[in-house]
């Protein structure tokens, strides 16, 4: 039997009695998207999964896409065989923890910066199930954001001034704000700008959200400059703490986080010790332009 607490005034839903890499019956399939849809990020405790196990619990939720990371680092070698889980970790190919200056360490910090996964994407990612395998001793939380939530506490006028606005989204506006790393052109081609809705409404709970990230770089059809600032905006109201859950990582936690309706960032911790977390994330069914504003 499926149960879920509630571990924020707003959502993050903490759940119990089910082995995640174990088949899912239908009950408990849809004990978990309607928890998903309900509380926009999950948490199950004391999971074990290897990447195996964990692409073939994601494949219950959607196609699972193609982590990026290897589009952006095409020269080193890469520790994890699988293109379809992410290597969070800060463990270079050969499993030792990166020196500071590792080109693939300064890129993570990309995501200390609030974002959602893959809106730089056309059709950008669904839910991000991240697993952990060892975690630090302290440090290297998660914090996420409800922009449901965010959304709904907007003024009307404000509601009204973002109807129908789209933002263009490209990694490269997040990295270039962490960025001392140079990306080829070879590179910077494989990922080009993509639009997104700004407003749009999320297709399981039917609530309207904000969709912003720090991967959004400007409004189209507005000045650069106020586009960036209404954004910067956005993004600030969207992560005060009556929005925000911190989540503190034990080794085989299993997060699962709604990228169409929540922002998340890691934090800081000591980089000398090893954090390895794997990421599986399913794809959304289309940009959010050919979907519900
Ligand atoms: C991610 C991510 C944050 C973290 O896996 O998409 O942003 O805390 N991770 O490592
Ligand atoms: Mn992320």
Redesign the pocket.
């Known amino acids: 039997m499926v149960s879920v607490k509630q571990l924020h005034p707003v959502f993050f839903g903490e759940i119990s009695g089910i082995d995640v890499s174990r088949p899912l019956s239908p009950a408990d399939h849809k004990a978990i998207v309607d928890a998903i849809d309900r509380y926009a990020v999950v948490v199950f405790h004391g999971q074990k999964l290897d990447d195996e196990s964990q692409v073939a619990f994601a494949r219950n939720f959607g196609p699972v896409e193609h982590s990026a990371l290897k589009l952006r680092h095409r020269d080193i070698k890469h520790r994890l065989a699988s293109n379809e889980v ?1 290597d ?1 970790s800060n463990l270079d190919g050969d499993g030792n923890v990166m020196a500071p200056e590792a080109r693939r360490r300064l890129d ?1 910090l990309g ?1 200390r910066l609030w ?1 959602t ?1 893959a809106s730089f994407r056309a059709v950008p990612g669904a839910l ?1 199930m ?1 697993y952990a395998h060892v975690i630090p001793d302290e440090g ?3 914090e996420f954001a409800d922009l449901r939530a965010a959304y709904d506490a907007l003024s009307d006028s404000m509601k009204k001034q973002l109807e129908g606005l789209v933002a263009e989204h490209s990694i490269w506006r997040s990295r270039e704000q962490v960025g001392s790393i140079k990306y080829t052109d070879e590179e910077k081609a494989s990922l080009p700008p993509v639009p997104q809705r700004v407003v749009r409404t999320h297709p399981g709970s039917h609530r309207k959200t904000l969709y912003v990230a720090s991967h959004a770089s400007h409004i189209l059809g507005m000045p650069v400059g106020d586009g960036r600032l209404l954004i910067l905006d956005l993004i600030e109201h969207a992560t005060q703490p009556k929005f925000v859950h911190a989540h503190t990582w034990k080794q085989g936690d299993l997060v699962i986080w709604d990228n169409r309706c929540t922002m ?4 800081p911790f000591d980089t000398s010790q090893v ?1 390895d ?1 794997r ?1 599986v ?1 399913t794809a959304d069914v289309a940009s959010t332009l050919e979907q519900a504003a």
């Open positions: 992410a969070i993570w995501n974002h996964d991000s991240l290297g939380d998660t998340h960032r890691a934090r954090r977390l990421r994330t």
